[in-house]
Nanobody, 130 residues
Framework: QLQLVESGGGLVQPGGSLRLSCVASGFSLDWYAIGWFRQAPGKEREGLSCIHMSGGSANYSHSVKGRFTISRDNAKNTVYLQMNSRKPEDTAVYYC???????????????????????WGQGTQVTVSS
């Protein structure tokens, strides 16, 4: 069974940092581009970042570029999202997702579209509040 499990969520103060992890089981991430999405209450799920299967390139949404950093360790079958300079509007459930990569998917305009992804985690709650 293909599974992604996120961890690392919690409560953080504005301006603080948090690192989320996404571990795959049942399959290898070596051939998958990985995306991070979030969904705030009452809002649609938003694509935040995408990393190429080799880890050699990544893309970010305007809302998090310069504050968030995506990385991966294929040996550990794990992808990370380092989140700095947190804002209250970053409060949401954060999801990781995998797309079986046949092209340089993360460089395409389609990368924030959740319909292209094959496997989803259950999400982890992140709350930014003082």
């Amino acid at each position: 069974q293909l599974q992604l499990v996120e961890s690392g969520g919690g409560l953080v103060q504005p301006g603080g940092s948090l690192r989320l992890s996404c571990v795959a089981s049942g399959f290898s991430l070596d051939w998958y581009a990985i995306g991070w999405f979030r969904q705030a209450p009452g809002k649609e799920r938003e694509g935040l970042s995408c990393i190429h299967m080799s880890g050699g390139s990544a893309n970010y949404s305007h809302s998090v570029k310069g504050r968030f950093t995506i990385s991966r360790d294929n040996a550990k079958n794990t992808v990370y999202l380092q989140m700095n300079s947190r804002k209250p509007e970053d409060t949401a459930v954060y999801y990781c997702t995998a797309e079986h990569e046949e092209t340089n998917f993360c460089s395409l305009d389609a990368w924030p579209d959740e319909a292209f992804y094959d496997v989803w985690g259950q999400g982890t709650q992140v709350t930014v509040s003082s």
